[in-house]
T-cell receptor
Framework: KAGVTQTPRYLIKTRGQQVTLSCSPISGHRSVSWYQQTPGQGLQFLFEYFSETQRNKGNFPGRFSGRQFSNSRSEMNVSTLELGDSALYLC???????????FGSGTRLTVV | GIQVEQSPPDLILQEGANSTLRCNFSDSVNNLQWFHQNPWGQLINLFY???GTKQNGRLSATTVATERYSLLYISSSQTTDSGVYFC????????????FGKGTKLTVNP
C-alpha cells in the first residue's frame, strides 16, 4: 500500500514569505502529526490532527499552523518565515496511539 | 515531560560486527518505536515494541517496560546499516506525541 506522501521534497523561500507543506497519510490512518528536525534541537513535535481536529500542539509560535481535511490529508503553514525555520519537516500517520507511526520522506525547507 | 536518552551517541564499527543500542526513558509509555533515518532524511520504522522482544532479520529489539529501557541489536552489520537510529516513545494518558531521543549515529566501515 502507498506510504505517507509529503510534498514538496525541497523548498527554498525568502525570509518573510510564507510556505505550505502537504502530507497525505496512509489510507485508513486518521491521525496525522508533524515534526520539525534541526541539527540543534533534534526532532520536535509541532501538532497532531485526528478527524480534522487539532488534538495537540507543541511549543512553537503561532506562525506555525496546520489543518486536516475530511480525507485525512493535512497541510502545515508557516508564515513570516525566519532563517531559523530552515529544517526538515516530517509528517507521520497512524491508526492511533496503540499503533506504530509511519513517517513520510519529509520536506526540506531552506529559508534564505 | 518524559525524558528519552540514547546511548552511545556515536558508534563506529567494522562490517560484520555486532552492536547494541540503548534507550532509557523516564516514565511509563504506551508506545515505543525504533527508527532508522536514512541519508535522505526519511525515518524508517524498524520496530513498534512497547514491551517484549521482536526480531526482523539481523535486527532485534527488546523493551523492558517495568525497568524503562529498550535495546536494539544489530548483528553482522553492513555498510547500509549506517545512519542515525532513533528511539521514540509515546507517553501514557497524555498527548499523542512521540518524544524522540537524540539518536545514535552508526557508521559501519567496509
Amino acid at each position: 500500500k502507498a506510504g505517507v506522501t509529503q510534498t514538496p521534497r525541497y523548498l527554498i523561500k525568502t525570509r518573510g514569505q510564507q510556505v505550505t507543506l502537504s502530507c497525505s497519510p496512509i489510507s485508513g490512518h486518521r491521525s496525522v502529526s508533524w515534526y520539525q528536525q534541526t541539527p540543534g534541537q533534534g526532532l520536535q513535535f509541532l501538532f497532531e490532527y485526528f478527524s480534522e481536529t487539532q488534538r495537540n500542539k507543541g511549543n512553537f509560535p503561532g506562525r506555525f499552523s496546520g489543518r486536516q481535511f475530511s480525507n485525512s490529508r493535512s497541510e502545515m503553514n508557516v508564515s513570516t518565515l525566519e532563517l531559523g525555520d530552515s529544517a526538515l519537516y516530517l509528517c507521520a500517520s497512524s491508526f492511533g496511539p496503540n499503533y506504530g507511526y509511519t513517517f513520510g520522506s519529509g520536506t526540506r525547507l531552506t529559508v534564505v | 515531560g518524559i525524558q528519552v536518552e540514547q546511548s552511545p551517541p556515536d558508534l563506529i564499527l567494522q562490517e560484520g560486527a555486532n552492536s547494541t543500542l540503548r534507550c532509557n526513558f523516564s516514565d511509563s509509555v504506551n508506545n515505543l518505536q525504533w527508527f532508522h533515518q536514512n541519508p535522505w532524511g526519511q525515518l524508517i520504522n524498524l520496530f513498534y515494541i512497547p514491551s517484549g522482544t521482536k526480531q526482523n532479520g539481523r535486527l532485534s529489539a527488546t523493551t523492558v517496560a517495568t525497568e524503562r529501557y529498550s535495546l536494539l541489536y544489530i548483528s553482522s552489520s553492513q555498510t547500509t546499516d549506517s545512519g542515525v537510529y532513533f528511539c521514540a516513545v509515546l507517553t501514557q494518558g497524555g498527548s499523542e506525541k512521540l518524544v524522540f531521543g537524540k539518536g545514535t549515529k552508526l557508521t559501519v566501515n567496509p
